[in-house]
């Protein structure tokens, strides 16, 4: 009996090894860090995250910041008087040295802070060098303002390639998009806002919104969101909240 087990296990290492050598020929490899599940390519190419696979009614509300004065406040209200105690916001640094106490406001209500960069350009454009001078700019600025560096990072326009993929990842960034777009940034009516985002929202969502000057519509139709996505038993966490221990959906680069 001890020698057939012996033979058993043996076998048992075999066919293991047999499976990796197939999986590393197919060019996949499967990791798990952190109770988060990661399929990759074999190359080891950072991808973006956009949502998590969940069944849990989990959703991760999103604001980008990139110009202005008067829509964060109104926003921030909103999200006091729902008491949404959990949201993330990407601010860039230009507007975040503006607006030090609009930034302390953030911080101090609780909310995630992530970066969205220096300039608002497409990154995609710049070389190795002037990507890293961006993201390295936007990255000592928020670590003056916030006392810790962030980890997230959305690229201004949601724009990106593998290299730009690649330095923030180097660079200890962890690139966030969304999988649903309010539409907020093309102010087409507060109904429509609230219909762009209620009818694609789904658990461990991402949803983009804005609180830049430019979105006027954003923090009116933010309360009725916010009231039926509770309604429907949705909980709203930070975006590292809904990341962690669920296994990451990403999507692919040409």
């Known amino acids: 009996m001890k020698f057939m087990f012996v033979v058993s296990t043996q ?13 590393l020929a197919l060019g996949i490899v499967y990791s798990e860090r952190d109770a988060i599940a990661v399929i990759s390519d074999g190359n080891q190419t950072p991808q973006a995250i956009y949502k998590i696979d969940t069944k849990e009614k989990k959703i991760a509300l999103t604001f980008d910041i990139s110009w202005g004065e008067t829509r964060a406040t109104p926003i921030l209200d909103v999200l006091k008087d729902k008491k949404v105690t959990k949201a993330t916001f990407f601010l860039s640094s230009p507007w975040s040295l503006r607006h030090p106490d609009i930034v302390k406001r953030i911080k101090g209500d609780g909310f995630e802070i992530g970066s969205h960069g220096h300039n608002h350009e497409n990154y995609s ?18 670590q003056e303002l916030l006392g810790k ?11 990106f390639d593998k290299r730009v993929l690649r330095i923030a990842n180097n660079m200890g960034y962890t690139v ?14 507060v109904d429509a806002i609230v219909n762009n985002v209620l009818s694609k929202a789904h658990p461990g969502d991402i949803v983009l919104l804005h609180a830049s000057d430019s979105c006027k519509e954003t923090h ?25 221990g669920s296994q990451v959906k990403t999507k692919e680069l040409n």
């Open 149 to 159: 560096k962030p980890t997230l990072i959305r690229m201004p326009n949601g724009d």
């Open 220 to 244: 009116l139709a933010l309360p009725k969101i916010i009231d039926k996505l509770r309604a429907d038993g949705y909980e709203f966490v930070t975006v590292s909240e809904l990341i962690a």
């Open 11 to 23: 076998r048992l290492k075999q066919w293991l090894i047999v499976c990796t050598a197939l999986l």
């Open 176 to 189: 966030i998009q969304w999988d649903t777009d309010s539409k907020d940034w093309m102010n087409p009516g």
């Open 125 to 142: 454009k710049y070389s190795d060098e002037e990507i890293r001078s961006q993201i390295g700019k936007a990255d000592n600025i928020l």
